[in-house]
């Protein structure tokens, strides 16, 4: 097991070119007709002569109408500034790419053009390159998101922005400069060029959106923590700087609200929850975690502070998902076993480690249904001056440098993250008029949504206590619901779709919203 | 008399901001309702609540719905960087200015929109700044065109963007630089800057219009002498660098041909040629005249090299009308009389004069309708080294600082620059199956077409022998229609439609060229 991105992959194989074909999506066993918003035709109209003095734009208009039987109403004005040259050298006879009806690049060579996805995280970029004309994914990579430097999360970016006149302008490059490093290696490695991209599909959450497109954030940060766009929207990579084909278009697909992303709308498009007859809930952890219920026709959405605990933050010995970090935790008898990432010396634990240690230590009674670590309960357990701890690993064990402890402050941690969670759930819910067991389908994205545990998430009230069959976990799905918006015409209109009569929840001031917490807040 | 740009003026007196109104193009008698490409909404949404938490371009875009039934199906970039600090700064109360079904720039002010119309020619340019909400031309200006650094006619500046491998951006930068400092000196002296101007229409020949897009011109220098794009073409003033509204867009109108530009384009739409029920020839005349005869519903046009002879090029002494130009010319009795701009002592002969020149001396005998010149024929008539000429000024008359002529090859280079148009002219008859009396308009353009003496053209056969009252001279008629397309939606749809429909007619390997070309020479 190795926490990465890029675990769900699109994959078919190269067949014919005539479009549409079905593409399988693996992670999330997908298959879409592959009907990308871009085309590529081959015309060779006549050459032009004193009989035939077309405009060399009008030529190749009428060679498309004529040839295939499309129309072109606009040429994009860098394929113009190329065209009559390329034409000529190639003896009229050259393939073009259209999108939307419009003329987008034109080519000498049998190459298939490229589409870009990116699911822009606010820690982590992971891009994939996939030929348009067989929906084969060339290449993809991963790297850490440039802003870091700029700020640890969302907030963090959004008071640069604030305090610095040319913040916006300084993330705006940073995250453009990083994907179009990301885009060269990738196309190097597959023995292409980024220029061959002809369009691209980007998702972020809402101030990755935002701060991708240079679009102020100010408003994102107060209350009511505004949106400036909801809308999908589509412009030219070069407007903000990123070098594709110079008339490459990007797609973004929609936001909901300040919290609620074009991320998790590429996850409910991928996870296909927007389409779905089954009662299902939705839920990509991170920070905030955001949630959707799709019931009856309808869709609910909200989201909801998690926190970054089960990102290692404000745990004691929490650290990301890297080698030696403790994942996997189970009862011993009244013991307790565990398992760290490639079985090296244990330094700290990783998300889905936790979960199962709070889980662990409810189940041994450790710990008591209000979080409360009862310091004469086991023999593992000490009080230092900071408080009660739980010893998972002593120093030297297994190679351990030190020890790793569980701290009563942890599993508070873990209490308000998964209260958090719980209650987003409860409250969509509410809306729909339905209960927890009405629940036929939960899914979890995410790289810790792929990793944790479901029963111990069950165990310690973070789920509800469904059986094990109606949950189902899909990994990096922003990826995949990007690819799936690259490669076909009807997944972008279906997200367009479902966005716009997805209803958003606000849970800070829902009516039931601190009755549902507090009560969320207990270990069962 | 002074042949300055900007002759035809458009004025309406300042009244309601309600569209559509009427404008009056005075030059030509048009009369067109005011209905630009954009329109100006003033909204004011409710502001946003916890209850309402639509993100901001959502709730202009239902403000406009709500409150002016307008849809808007896309916010331009730049617009949406500046869209939320606006609308806060202003208690969301603004002005969005929207095209096409795009908002394209929010205004916190009742200043009216700007437009932006120019004519580029080879030499000069005319620009007009326009009151997009009462028709008013707030100012104009023009200046040379800064391109002359590069070649002085169409084909030395196609013959340097070949001979340079950074040509082409030179002369883009050289043009639009040039524009961007005339419309700020314009909007300055208006008291109003270049950011106000939201729409722009750019008309000019094949060459200037290719030339300011950045397109390619090779194919322009070679037979077939093919144009890159001749349809109508929409593109944003930032991306050929033009500093307007950072929204702002920019229309050009159609080219026909390669010698056949929109600016011929843009004189048939302000002149009404499209639209008339009259048999009707209209002529642009420059180095290269454009000719277009509309007849039964239908549009044939050409274009025929009648050489800068006109404009005072090739001509012993000629030049370009200034003052001292000798531009009246007239038989007076056995001798002539003759009429300098500005009543200054001669130095020259501007068009105008050399074309009253040549008829008068086939009046008082003194060339043969072959143009030969008579040696003595009449007492100014002098032979010299060079071959026969007629003293017309004598050094010290009026103060002349030297003699002024009008040489035998003078006479050859009228023969030819008249023959050419008058072969336009009859071979465009010819294709329509009429005769030289059915023409029952003949609408003249251009400085040169303004100032020049009908019954002179008449007189050395340049123009039919039609009644006098046939002719409508109507200066930079180029100018008007630019004003016109911008002023109205329908103008500039009118323009791609008969563009569509107009049918071009080469003259060079048309059968009938060389019979008409030779009759037409002779001097009648």
Request: with cysteine.
């Amino acid at each position: 097991l190795t926490h990465v991105l890029g675990d769900v992959q699109v994959d078919v194989p190269p067949s014919s070119m005539t479009a549409p074909q079905r593409v399988q999506v693996e992670g999330l066993e997908r298959v879409v007709d592959l009907d990308p918003y871009i085309n590529v035709y081959q015309v060779a109209p006549e050459p032009p002569s004193l009989e035939d003095m077309r405009a060399d734009a009008t030529r190749l208009r009428d060679a498309l109408r004529d040839e295939h039987n499309v129309t072109v109403d606009r040429f994009d004005s860098s394929l113009l500034k190329r065209l009559s040259n390329v034409v000529r050298e190639n003896d009229w006879k050259v393939r073009i790419v259209t999108r939307d009806g419009e003329a987008v690049a034109i080519t000498d060579t049998a190459l298939h053009p490229l589409g870009l996805a990116v699911d822009i995280g606010t820690t982590k970029i992971a891009a994939y390159v996939v030929d348009l004309e067989t929906g084969v994914t060339v290449g993809s990579a991963g790297v850490m998101n440039p802003q870091i430097a700029y700020g640890e999360d969302v907030m963090a970016r959004i008071t640069y922005v604030l305090k610095n006149d040319d913040g916006l302008e300084e993330l705006q490059q940073a995250i453009v400069g990083g994907l179009n490093a990301l885009v060269d290696q990738i196309c190097r490695t597959a023995g292409r060029k980024a220029t061959d991209v002809v369009e691209a599909v980007l998702v972020g959450n809402t101030c990755m959106h935002h701060l991708v497109l240079g679009l102020p954030v100010a408003q994102m940060g107060l209350s009511p923590y505004l949106a400036a766009l909801s809308d999908p929207y589509d412009l030219k990579a070069r407007d903000i700087g990123l070098r594709l084909s110079p008339g490459a278009g990007v797609h973004l697909l929609p936001n909901i609200a300040g919290f609620v992303g074009a991320d998790h709308v590429s996850f409910v498009l991928a996870a296909d929850i927007h389409n779905t007859d089954k009662v299902t809930v939705g839920l990509d952890i991170g920070t905030n975690t955001e949630i959707s219920l799709a019931a009856h026709g309808q869709l609910w959405c909200c989201s909801t502070a998690s926190g970054p605990a089960f990102e290692g933050a404000h745990i004691k010995d929490g650290m990301r998902a890297a080698p030696g970090a403790i994942e996997w935790i189970r009862a011993n008898g009244n013991d307790v076993a565990y398992q760290t990432i490639g079985d090296a010396p244990p330094v700290g634990i990783c998300g889905s480690g936790i979960l199962d240690g709070v889980a662990v230590l409810r189940q041994i009674g450790v710990v008591r249904a209000n979080g409360a670590m009862k310091s004469d309960s086991h023999p593992r357990v000490r009080r230092t001056d900071h408080g009660v701890e739980f010893v998972l690993v002593r120093e030297g064990e297994r190679g351990a440098p030190q020890d790793v402890v569980i701290t009563r402050r942890d599993v508070n941690e873990i209490q308000l993250a998964k209260s958090a969670m719980r209650t987003g759930v409860e409250i969509l819910l509410q809306e729909a008029g339905l209960k927890d067991d009405d629940i036929e389908q939960f899914i979890i994205a995410g790289a810790f949504g792929t990793y944790l545990d479901v029963g111990s998430a069950i165990a310690i009230g973070m789920f509800p206590a469904l059986p094990r069959e109606r949950f189902v976990q899909v990994g990096n799905a922003a990826g995949t619901g990007a690819r799936l918006a690259l490669l076909s015409h009807r997944c972008r209109e279906s997200a367009a779709e479902f966005a716009r009569r997805m209803k958003y929840v606000e849970l800070t001031t829902h009516p039931q919203f601190l009755e549902a917490y507090t009560s969320a807040l207990m270990l069962p």
